[in-house]
């Protein structure tokens, strides 16, 4: 659902302008999941006796997601998306910085609601951003995507 929300016809247009077909994007989804995991998991064992709430079994998509999310901001940044609570528009390049934000923010304070891995998001964003800066300069990424 939140894959539907970032309005896939264009996604789709941007990525076939690129010569990028779904396997790509499938391997840009995988490869946003492993370090995310990975990175959780160092974050876990270092923690551990401060954040006795991340031993818990992950599956590891929200972290891919996130790399998802990133991207999306990065090729699409002013298109406008809705929160559900409150209902108001904002661009990706403020709402998905804002996340990563409460994400980091969560992590680190005793305020995170139930065992939720949010350095696991955070290492998928990263991961994201890492894989489109590698695109845009192998693939000559549209520079003039802030003009959207």
């Known amino acids: 659902m939140l894959l539907y929300s970032f309005q896939i016809s ?3 247009d941007f990525f076939l ?3 990028i077909d779904s396997s790509v994007i499938s391997e840009f989804y995988s490869s946003s999941r492993l ?3 990975i ?3 160092i974050e876990v064992e270092t923690l551990q006796s401060a954040f006795s709430s991340y031993n818990s079994v992950l599956v590891g998509a929200s972290g891919a997601l996130y ?3 990133v991207a999306f901001a990065m090729s699409f940044p002013n298109t406008q998306l ?3 609570f409150p209902p108001i528009p904002i661009r990706a390049k403020y709402l ?3 996340l990563i934000g409460a994400d980091v923010f969560f992590g680190f304070s005793s305020y995170s609601i139930g065992p939720i ?3 696991a998001h955070v290492g998928g964003a990263l991961t994201g951003f890492i894989m489109i800066e590698y695109w845009k300069k192998k693939n000559q990424f549209n520079n003039k995507r802030w003009d959207q």
């Open 39 to 41: 990175i959780n998991l």
């Open 10 to 12: 264009q996604a789709n």
């Open 117 to 119: 891995a949010h350095f």
């Open 82 to 84: 809705m929160l559900l």
């Open 35 to 37: 370090p995310s995991n």
């Open 67 to 69: 790399g998802l999310l």
């Open 96 to 98: 998905v910085p804002l």
């Open 17 to 19: 302008n690129l010569n």
